[in-house]
Antibody
């Protein structure tokens, strides 16, 4: 059973870089695609980005200039870096596995993506 | 970006009731719609993907429907453990976007 566990500093100063890790309990992290999601206090879930099994990435346009998602295959570790943080980046940060379901519709393969395994989340507060 | 709007924002019901939560997309997303359940202090849990496909292990009292722009999540015969916040997510395009959540409370 796949398990994910986020870790990182609970407190980050404004303008600094937030660095989070997600330990993944799978044989090879490259087998799957992964996501980072965050949830500010009392607010909706917010998509940060994906890293696909190919190594390519997609990021939220609102965060793209500040965010990097990477995997370390030697350690089975997923990472998130967010630069120049502000108090608006205060949130619970989740890593999640990106699941995929495929089917053929009118002879065309269609893929449905969803977040099927989540870490427990880690709280990050941005404050001086 | 595709905007996802849920209604109602909150809802109260009795154990045993049936409830329906609605999610509306700002443009056609076919059936690229997921539903998640989240309890306080916990991570979200996938319930439904592709609008109506039940995730493995999720009780059959949960069902999803709809396509295009309008979607529903129905919970029949509510159980005490079903009281939580429910969120929809569109997986049609990048960036992914979530609804604001519907808080289901026990009456």
């Amino acid at each position: 059973q796949v398990q994910l566990q986020e870790s990182g500093p609970g407190l980050v100063k404004p303008s600094e870089t937030l660095s989070l890790s997600c330990t993944v309990s799978v044989d090879s992290i490259r087998t799957y695609s992964w996501a980072w999601i965050r949830q500010p206090p009392g607010k909706a879930l917010e998509w940060i980005g994906y890293i696909y099994s190919s190594g390519s990435t997609n990021y939220s346009p609102s965060l793209k200039s500040r965010v990097t998602i990477e995997v370390d295959t030697s350690k089975n570790l997923l990472s998130l870096k967010l630069t120049s943080v502000t108090p608006a980046d205060t949130a619970v940060y989740y890593c999640a596995r990106l699941g995929r379901f495929g089917e053929i519709f009118r002879r065309v393969p269609q893929y449905y993506y969803y977040l099927d395994v989540w870490g427990k989340g880690t709280t990050v507060i941005v404050s001086s | 970006d595709i905007q996802m709007t849920q209604s109602p924002s909150s809802l109260s019901a009795f154990v045993g009731d049936s409830v329906t939560i609605t999610c509306r997309a700002s443009q056609n997303i076919n059936n690229y719609l997921n539903w998640y359940q989240q309890k306080p202090g916990n991570a979200p849990k996938l319930l439904i993907y592709a609008a109506s496909s039940l995730q493995s292990g999720v009780p059959s009292r949960f069902s999803g429907g709809g396509s295009g722009t309008d979607f529903t999540l129905t919970i029949s015969s509510l159980q005490p453990e079903d009281f939580a916040t429910y969120s929809c997510e569109q997986s049609f395009s990048i960036p992914r976007t979530f609804g604001q959540g519907t808080n289901l409370e026990i009456k």
